[in-house]
């Protein structure tokens, strides 16, 4: 888990914590106090819910991103090898067209 997505987990549990301590000590009635604590893990729930999403939304992004940028990588490498097979190809053909002259020297001879 990255450092930020720990961050923000940890300032949301510590918020839904305080929370629930405030209304636990707060001086009201029981059923008042057990409304107030649903209510408040109903919209500490619907929070996450939305960090969890962004959070699942940001990563998507992010390996779609990563993914395009290793496949442009890998064919720019692949082009650079094709050219360097190419150049290789060609010297070779050189040489051995020269070594080709030089025997034909060396059987007339």
Request: proline share 1%.
């Amino acid at each position: 888990m990255s450092k930020s997505s720990s961050t923000l987990l940890g300032i949301l549990a510590g918020t839904a914590l305080g929370a629930t301590l405030g209304i636990l000590f707060a001086p009201d009635k029981g059923s008042n106090t057990r409304k107030k604590l649903v209510e408040e893990a109903q919209a500490t729930k619907d929070h996450l819910a939305r960090e969890a999403s962004n959070l699942q939304h940001q990563i998507a992004d992010t390996v779609s991103s990563k993914k395009d940028s290793l496949d442009t990588k890998v064919e720019s490498l692949m082009s650079d090898a094709s050219y360097k097979a190419e150049d290789l190809i060609t010297t070779l053909e050189k040489k051995l067209s020269e070594l080709k002259a030089k025997n034909k020297k060396l059987q007339k001879s």
